[in-house]
């Protein structure tokens, strides 16, 4: 496909999305009286103009970039939009979460676009991996600081600077996906050696001290901020990351036996871990559990097409912004707009997978399988939770639930994915030129 008819397609899934959303908009806002609401100029400024701004970013800065990426999630993004405006206007005192989510993303397109003009190459990104390690590490454990440190609903995973409060485990996982792609480009000969121990074959133990390391930074996430979420998506990064790097299988089962003992062990010390599980065993009448028992209902009472946008009761689920947004879509879509949730985020784990396989640079490939893992994993564990296949977790929906940190780090996670696939694509091109000419002269 060319140029011009690739960003040509981009626009047009762009406008399919678009017109999905502002439909769905005025169905979850139209009063009674039928009169269009005064609220539809400035959301049509957000909805309409953002999306194309962030096209008019992709067709001059990665051309070239693949053109299901960015509509889709325009797509998503738009539709948290709605849930939120729509959960905040039903709410008895609205918090302005609308308001400030329209800000985020303003804030989260322009994130998008200086992360496409400050990063014109992803492979120089490698040079800087320790210090992104370091930079990783660091917002981690952040929210351990005193007097900065602030626990919210249970989770130690806050940071608040005066009237600024964000998670900065957000922003960790772009950094510490980049510090493992790097790393393991340099290492990868070295951890893919073998010994074997008897029949078994396992990875010399001598090598095993980055897989020791992520697995201790993930109980202290899990144990000491209580984020099960935030620890299982890191060590699930360096997991996938290393097998892809080696092409050894034995690194994901030592990675998972670790992972599986450090969690049994808190579960037998730490009561905040056996009190997630038991919810998640058994949610009904305890007070922890109230959230997912509502949850339940709420999509026993969306069924298979849902109650109609605006028809629901989602305020009986506390924090429905945020951790169970998937919920509220679930009820009022039914399973068919839930499973369509789910669809698109396939399908941008299918471009990300895509974007990684396309490239011959083994740091891009490491890094876009980074980013897609840690796009597609965080919203499968968030939605598994809310439907009780796991125990439920503090992440956010990409792109779909209310916050600014998550917001804006999945827009330069975007911006990252576009980059990468915008120079697999460039180059390709420059190869097949090259190869004609020489079949030419």
Do not use: C
Not at 173 to 183: C, I, T
Not at 232 to 260: I, K, M
Request: proline share 5%; aromatic share 10%; charged share 15%.
């Amino acid at each position: 496909m060319n140029l011009a008819a690739r960003r040509t397609t981009e626009l047009g899934l762009l406008v399919l999305g678009t017109m999905f959303v502002v439909g769905a908009y005025l169905l979850a806002t139209l009063p009674e009286d039928s009169k269009i609401p005064t609220t539809v100029g400035p959301f049509l400024g957000i909805i309409v103009g953002l999306p194309l701004a962030a096209h008019v970013a992709v067709r001059r800065l990665a051309p070239q970039a693949d053109g299901m990426l960015l509509p889709l999630a325009s797509l998503l993004n738009g539709l948290g939009y709605v849930f939120v405006v729509r959960l905040d206007e039903a709410k008895a005192r609205p918090a302005g979460l609308a308001g400030l989510q329209s800000v985020w993303m303003i804030l989260g397109v322009g994130a998008f676009i200086a992360t496409l003009v400050s990063v014109r190459d992803a492979r120089k990104l490698e040079r800087y991996r320790y210090t992104a390690g370091l930079a990783g590490i660091v917002l981690l454990l952040l929210p351990l600081m005193p007097v900065i440190g602030s626990t919210k609903n249970g989770s130690r995973i806050w940071v608040e600077l005066g009237p600024v409060n964000f998670q900065p485990g957000e922003f960790a996982k772009l950094a510490l996906a980049v510090f493992f792609a790097g790393y393991l480009v340099e290492k990868r000969e070295l951890l893919a050696i073998n010994r074997a121990f008897g029949p078994i074959s396992l990875p010399d133990p001598k090598h095993l001290g980055p897989v020791l390391i992520a697995w201790a930074v993930a109980l202290v996430v899990m144990v000491l901020e209580r984020d099960l979420g935030s620890s299982l998506l890191f060590f699930t990064l360096f997991l996938v990351l290393l097998w892809v790097a080696t092409e050894r299988a034995s690194y994901l089962a030592v990675g998972v036996l670790l992972f599986a003992g450090g969690a049994f062990l808190a579960f037998n010390i730490f009561s905040h871990v056996q009190e997630r599980v038991d919810t998640w065993l058994d949610p009904w009448g305890k007070e922890k559990g109230y959230q997912v028992v509502q949850a339940a209902f709420a999509f026993a009472d969306g069924g298979l097409t849902g109650t109609g946008l605006n028809l629901g009761v989602p305020l009986n689920i506390p924090v429905v912004e945020s951790d169970f947004i998937f919920a509220a879509i679930g009820e009022e879509l039914g399973l068919l707009g839930a499973t369509g949730v789910l669809v698109g985020f396939l399908l941008m784990i299918g471009a990300g997978l895509r974007t990684a396989q396309q490239t011959d640079n083994d740091y891009e490939r490491l890094l876009a399988t980074g980013l897609t893992t840690l796009l597609g994993f965080q919203a499968f564990i968030i939605m598994g939770g809310v439907v009780r296949l796991l125990p439920l977790t503090g992440v956010t929906l990409p792109f779909i639930s209310y916050g600014g940190s998550s917001l804006l780090a999945n827009w330069v996670l975007l911006a990252l994915l576009l980059r990468i696939s915008h120079d697999a694509a460039e180059r390709q091109t420059e190869r097949m030129a090259s190869a004609q000419l020489t079949e030419v002269g």
